[in-house]
C-alpha cells in the first residue's frame, strides 16, 4: 500500500470554449479544470498501473477525486500511476492484490478500510486479461483464468464495495466492443465482456433505489500495451485502425473522459446503458 498527496494545480485547457459551450464550462468545470460535482469524492479504479486505468485515474484526480488505485504486479508503473496523479493535485492510495483470487478482493478492501473511514462515491471496475485463443486451441484453464480474471472479481469486488458506497454514487464497468460483436480470435474474451454487459443492466436496475447508476464503456481498438504485439505487423494495425470510422485507434484518455463524464452528476440520467466508444465501429 502506498498513500501520497499534494496540492499541485493542473494546468486549465481551455477547449470547451472552442466548441462553443463556454457557459456548459462555466457552470461544470472551473478554472483548475476540475468537474466541480466531483470534488472530495473518492473513487477506486482496479488495473490503474497503466493504459486506460492510468488515464481514468488522473483524470478523475484532475477533478478533485481522491483515488484509490488497484494494481496487481506492476509496482513501478503503479507508482507512475501515483506521480501522475499527485501531480494534478489530488490524493491516491495504492493497493496491491492479485483480483484472480477470492482472497484478494478480501485483501483489497482490508487495505482500504485501514485507509478510510469515509465511503466510496465511484467505482471504475477496469482490470482485465485477454486473450486471443480460437475454439480449437483454448484449453480449460485458460478458459477459468479469463472468467475468474473479467467477471467473477468484478462480481465480488462489486459486492464487496457495495458495502462501503454512498448512495447516489455511481459504478463504470469496462467492457469491449469484443463483447458486442464477432470475435472467432478471442471469443472467450468476449463472452466475457458480454457477461459483463448483462451484469450491468441487471446491477443498474438492483440498485436503482439506492440512485447508484451503473454503466458500461465498451472500447474498440485502444493504443495501449496490449497492441504491443501488433505494432510491427502493418497490415494489423491498418486493420485495427481502420474498424473506426473516425479512422484512428482510440486512446486512453478518450476512454477516461467518457468515464469521468459517467461518474459525475452530469450523467444522473443516464443509467444501465453500455457506452460505444469506438470512434464508429460498425458504422
Not at 509496482?75 to 493497493?95: D, F, K, Q, Y
Not at 469515509?118 to 472468467?147: H, M, Y
Not at 464477432?182 to 448483462?198: D, E, I, R, T
Not at 486512446?251 to 460505444?276: C, H, K, M, N, Y
Amino acid at each position: 500500500m502506498r498513500f501520497a498527496s499534494s496540492h499541485l494545480k493542473p494546468p486549465f485547457c481551455p477547449a470547451l470554449e472552442g466548441l462553443g459551450l463556454a457557459d456548459w464550462d462555466k457552470n461544470v468545470i472551473d478554472q483548475g479544470g476540475k468537474v466541480k460535482s466531483l470534488d472530495g469524492k473518492i473513487a477506486l479504479v482496479t488495473g490503474a498501473s497503466g493504459g486506460i486505468g492510468r488515464q481514468i485515474a488522473v483524470r478523475l484526480a484532475e477533478s478533485g477525486v481522491t483515488i484509490i488505485a488497484h494494481f496487481r504486479s506492476r509496482e513501478e508503473c503503479a507508482e507512475e500511476t501515483a506521480s501522475a496523479v499527485r501531480a494534478v493535485g489530488s490524493e491516491i492510495m495504492l493497493v496491491k492484490s492479485d483480483l484472480s483470487q477470492s482472497e484478494g478482493v478480501r485483501d483489497l478492501f482490508a487495505e482500504v478500510d485501514k485507509a478510510f473511514a469515509a465511503p466510496l462515491d465511484i467505482l471504475v471496475n477496469n482490470a482485465g486479461a485477454g486473450s486471443l485463443a480460437t475454439i480449437a486451441a483454448i484449453d480449460d484453464i485458460e478458459i477459468e483464468r479469463l472468467f475468474r480474471v473479467n467477471l467473477k472479481a468484478t462480481v465480488l469486488l462489486t459486492q464487496q464495495a457495495l458495502t462501503r458506497f454512498n448512495d447516489g454514487g455511481a459504478i463504470v464497468n469496462i467492457t469491449s466492443m469484443s463483447g458486442l460483436m464477432a470475435q472467432p480470435a478471442g471469443f472467450a474474451y468476449g463472452m466475457c465482456k458480454a457477461a459483463l454487459n448483462s451484469f450491468t443492466v441487471s446491477l443498474a436496475a438492483e440498485l436503482s433505489s439506492r440512485k447508484i447508476r451503473v454503466n458500461a464503456v465498451a472500447p474498440g481498438p485502444t493504443d495501449t500495451d496490449l497492441l504491443n504485439d501488433y505494432r510491427a505487423n502493418e497490415s494489423a494495425m491498418d486493420l485495427l485502425t481502420g474498424m473506426a470510422a473516425l479512422g484512428r485507434l482510440g486512446t486512453p484518455d478518450d476512454i477516461a473522459r467518457i468515464v469521468r463524464f459517467l461518474a459525475s452528476p452530469e450523467s444522473g440520467w443516464l443509467t444501465g446503458q453500455i457506452l460505444q466508444a469506438s470512434g464508429g465501429m460498425r458504422l
